[in-house]
């Protein structure tokens, strides 16, 4: 079995907000999605801010949403991931989250570079495309190809912009059982995102 792992749609749990004054490239976390390959490393990490939440509340979290459709995850967690996923198949950024005058640096994007060709695109119904033949922007059903994640454990599906994971990481992450994590099986993923 795969799941879509995407960000909690729970209003306790913050998301980390672009900070465009201090960040003017927004164009990096932007190709978190649509870039196959590794981004090249640099020393302004992603610069995030929180808003003002509880400190200690956020610490306690292994994820926070972003708009990155990258999962947002503590170093816990990605040490978890490393378990079964290679490093040629996985690359972890880490960021900065800004806390008024402080930064928190106990986060990574954690970025799959596996792109599977894993839906049946003639079976799916698409109502658009936000860019054509790269991303597809609404859709009333999707399909996947039976044993579409191929033996990997995380992956990005071509087309889409949410990570399918397999059963066995799904199993290893719930260890970390805050809430803030959100596995979705793939039939499911589309009347999540309309509610």
Not at 147 to 152: A, E, F, S
Request: charged share 25%; proline share 6%.
């Amino acid at each position: 079995m795969t799941w879509f792992w995407i960000n909690s749609y729970d209003e306790r749990f913050p998301e980390a907000e672009d900070c465009p004054s201090e960040n003017p490239d927004r164009i990096y976390s932007g190709m978190f999605a649509f870039r196959e390959g590794k981004l090249e490393e640099r020393q302004d990490s992603p610069l995030y801010d929180l808003k003002g939440r509880n400190k200690k509340f956020v610490y306690s979290l292994h994820q926070l949403p972003s708009g990155t459709r990258c999962p947002l995850v503590s170093q816990e967690v990605c040490n978890v991931i490393s378990q079964l996923v290679p490093p040629d198949q996985i690359q972890f950024l880490r960021t900065i989250i800004k806390w008024g005058s402080e930064a928190i640096q106990r986060y990574s994007f954690a970025r799959p570079l596996i792109w599977l060709d894993a839906l049946e695109i003639d079976k799916c119904e698409i109502g658009w495309w936000s860019l054509p033949n790269i991303s597809i922007g609404d859709y009333s059903y999707i399909a996947l190809k039976p044993d579409c994640i191929q033996g990997y454990h995380y992956v990005r599906v071509r087309y889409l912009e949410e990570v399918l994971i397999s059963d066995e990481l799904k199993r290893l992450l719930e260890q970390f059982d805050d809430g803030s994590m959100c596995f979705v099986r793939p039939e499911d993923l589309q009347s999540l995102l309309r509610r």
